[in-house]
């Protein structure tokens, strides 16, 4: 079965760019999304198609997908942004998520 | 404003049976798939099941296949998850989620609140 594998922490500093990294295998020929948890909430999308932000999500959110790598991108990160976040894809009629990532901004 | 309400859910024991109910309200439900996602607490998140917007394909994760059922009635912009013969390892909160697309292989770009299903005995 298709895996996605996400580091399990990234740290990142007030302002500074925090990149998350998904990887699996030949990802970009499938689109990427990636979602948004903060503590007791419910997921939230915040790129799909691997690059494309729904609407009321800040610019600051990017995406990227190239060979076997997809990468959310957060410049000038906040505090708010602060949450677990996790890549998913399509395979053959099976969403697949990756295992997530806890965004630390200290 | 486009949202999806879970309802059902609570304790069950092993071996039992539970349905769960999302009321979709905002969107011509029929023009969208919708799924089932699962997370176990503390841990990360599951897919379970999707059904396209006419409910004529569903699709199933191997962990659940031949025990849930996904089902939808357009008329009542509402979709069900038939859970049968439950596990220790079927307790999750369960989600609903909107797909943003009719096909199923979209993002989810509107989920609920949540249930938790607890199998316990």
């Known amino acids: ?106 | 404003e486009v949202q999806v309400l879970e309802s059902g859910g609570g304790l069950v024991q092993p071996g039992g049976s539970l349905r769960l109910s999302c009321a979709a309200s905002g969107f011509t439900f029929s023009s969208y798939a919708m799924s089932w996602v699962r997370q176990t607490p503390g841990k990360g998140l599951e897919w379970v099941s999707a059904m396209s917007g006419s409910g004529a394909s569903t699709y199933y994760a191997d962990s659940v296949k031949g025990r849930f059922t996904i089902s939808r009635d357009n008329s009542k912009n509402t979709l069900y998850l038939q859970m049968n013969s439950l596990r220790a390892e079927d307790t999750a909160v369960y989600y609903c989620a909107k797909g943003s697309g009719n096909s199923g292989s979209d993002a989810f770009d509107v989920w609920g609140q949540g249930r938790l299903v607890t199998v316990s005995s």
């Open chain 1, 1 to 106: 079965s298709y895996e996605l594998t996400q580091p399990p922490s990234v740290s990142v500093s007030p302002g500074q760019t925090a990149s998350i990294t998904c990887s699996g295998n030949k990802l970009d020929d499938k689109y990427a999304y990636w979602y948004q948890q903060r503590p007791g909430q419910s997921p939230v999308l915040v790129i799909y198609q691997d690059r494309k932000r729904p609407s009321g999500i800040p610019e600051r959110f990017s995406g990227s997908n190239s060979g076997n790598t997809a990468t959310l991108t957060i410049s000038g990160t906040q505090a708010m942004d602060e949450a677990d976040y996790y890549c998913q894809a399509w395979d053959t009629d099976t969403a697949v998520f990756g295992g997530g990532t806890k965004l630390t901004v200290l």
